[in-house]
Every structure is written in C-alpha cells, then in structure tokens.
C-alpha cells in the first residue's frame, strides 16, 4: 500500500489532496513537527536522508520532493490531471509544476526566515537582528513576492486554473506557495484572481477531505 508520510502544517497537505482529487488508494503516517523548533520530528530521517516531508514510500521505492511525488502519482493515475503531451496547455502545465517551488517558494521561505530571526536571537543582539531582517524584508524580498504575485495574479486573469480551463496537477503544486503567501505575507489583498484561486481549490470535495484526514493545516484559514 502506498505510504504518505505527513508532516503536519506542511507541503505535504497538498499531496494527500492529490491523493484524493487522484482516487488513489493509500495510507497516512502522521508526523508532529518539535512545537519548540517546529522542525520535523527525527523519525522522519528513517524514512528519507533530508528528514523532510512530504515523502511517498510505494512498492519498494521512496519519493521525495513534492513536484517529483505529484509526477510520480499522475503516472500511477494514468495520466489523470495532466494536459495530453504536446499541447499548450502540458507546457503551461510543466512550467506552474516546476515554478511553485523552484521560483515562488524561495522569497516566501525568505521571508518566514528573517521573520523569526529576532525572536530567535539572543536579547544583546536583538535589536541589531531586528533591525538587518527588516531591512531584507523592506529591501529585498517583499519586493521580490510583489513581482512574483504580480506575475501570477496576471497569468490567473488568462484562464481559470494555471495550465488552462481544466484544473490540473499543476493547481495542486501551485496551492501551497498560494496559501503560504497569504498566511505570511498577506499577497491576497488587491490581488482578486490569486484570492479566488485559493477559494476555489479550498472548495473542492477532495481538498476538505484531504483536510479532514491530514490534522493541522494552518495555511487553510
Ligand atoms: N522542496 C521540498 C521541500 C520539503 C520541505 O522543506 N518540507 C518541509 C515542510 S513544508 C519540512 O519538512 N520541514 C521540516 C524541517 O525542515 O525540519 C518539497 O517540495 O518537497
């Protein structure tokens, strides 16, 4: 049976949705992140060498890394919610799959990253912390989501869903640096097609069941 080992309030979140969107039958292995740290508990190490989820163990194999977890269940599915090769819509499809998380999650982890870091610094040197992360927020990588949300919010006003008028994988893949933006860096506000993207895949039968069934999600308020 095939194995999803979750993490909760993860990417993984979106793989247990494909599942569902998919039919495809499997199990879930619940993992709780340190709530000190909110890293991944070690367990998960024994699963994968980077001790992150999600990761997908099937038939003797383990897959990590979502966007190769999302192609590996297509395959699995026959080719289901993806685009039939050699159309437009498979080359929108293969670019959304690798851009949400080798170009929009990186400013966006960025920004989680030097969030923090003034709480997580010693109290001497707080106010020096506060005052570099602030400046790389303000400077740098709020200007960076602008463009990148900008850019996305015009490609949501070309078709319904991001590799055309049908909805695809590449939604799924999408959905996580959708959500996790307007968790964090609030990017939904002045951007209605991003905004509606979000309510509609959140409406979707699989994605509440994928909720209900994975626990903690924080990215779905
Ligand atoms: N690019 C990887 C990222 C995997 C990743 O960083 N997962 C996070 C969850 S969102 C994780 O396991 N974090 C816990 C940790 O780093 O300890 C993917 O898409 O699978």
Redesign the pocket.
């Known amino acids: 049976m095939l194995t999803l080992h979750h993490?909760e309030n993860?990417?993984?979140q979106r793989v247990l949705w494909l599942l569902e969107e998919l039919g495809l039958p499997y199990e879930i292995k619940h993992y709780q992140r340190d709530p000190k740290t909110q890293?991944?508990p070690p367990e998960l190490l024994a699963v994968h060498p980077l001790?992150?989820?999600?990761v997908v163990t099937d038939e003797g194999a383990t897959i990590?890394?979502?966007?190769a977890i999302v192609e590996y269940l297509v395959d699995k599915a026959g080719g289901r919610l993806r685009p039939p090769a050699g159309s437009p819509e498979k080359l929108r499809w293969t670019y959304w799959m690798h851009y949400a998380?080798g170009s929009a999650m990186s400013p966006l982890l960025m920004r989680l990253i030097f969030s923090v870091l003034p709480s997580r610094s010693p109290s001497l040197v707080r106010p020096l912390v506060r005052m570099i992360s602030s400046k790389a927020i303000g400077g740098y990588i709020d200007p960076q989501i602008k463009t990148h949300f900008d850019f996305i919010e015009s490609e949501l006003a070309k078709s319904t869903w991001f590799a055309g008028e049908d909805f695809s994988a590449a939604d799924v893949m999408m959905s996580f640096p959708l959500e996790a933006a307007g968790f964090g860096a609030g990017v939904h506000a002045g951007r209605p097609k991003v905004k509606a993207f979000v309510e509609r895949i959140q409406a979707r039968p699989a994605y509440k069941l994928a909720l209900e069934k994975g626990g903690p999600y924080v990215y779905a308020n």
């Open positions: 993490l993860s990417r993984s890293f991944a001790g992150k989820s999600p990590a890394e979502t966007g998380e």
